[in-house]
């Protein structure tokens, strides 16, 4: 084999390498973005989902819910005045 050969298939093998590099980054970022428009995977009964709200906490004022009935650690539908041992105060 010739030198001009070996860097012919030096580049091919570089060229498939970048090929997976790119098809590896696309398939994470669509995984990735995938994950931040689904709502959450807990279910209501291990986080002690309620329907009424917990003195003046709820989901409308928790920083995971996501409007109008999703929340992003919880899955199912998620009322607006519900609430959840997951609550956490939305900031300021
Ligand atoms: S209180 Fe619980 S169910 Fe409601 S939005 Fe917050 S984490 Fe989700």
């Known amino acids: 084999m010739s030198e001009k050969d070996k860097n012919k298939m030096i580049t091919r093998r570089d060229a498939l390498k970048n090929i997976a590099v790119v098809v590896g980054a696309v ?8 994950g931040v428009a689904d709502a959450g995977t ?7 989902y309620q329907d009424t709200p917990k ?5 409308s ?5 996501i409007a109008p009935h999703s ?3 919880v899955a ?4 607006p005045n519900g609430w959840c041992m ?3 105060p939305k900031s300021a």
């Open 76 to 79: 199912g539908n998620i009322s």
């Open 42 to 48: 807990m279910t209501k009964t291990s986080v002690q």
């Open 27 to 34: 398939a994470t970022t669509t995984m990735m973005g995938a």
């Open 86 to 88: 997951a609550f956490v």
């Open 55 to 59: 003195g003046k906490d709820r989901c």
């Open 61 to 65: 004022v928790c920083a995971n819910f």
């Open 71 to 73: 929340c992003k650690v």
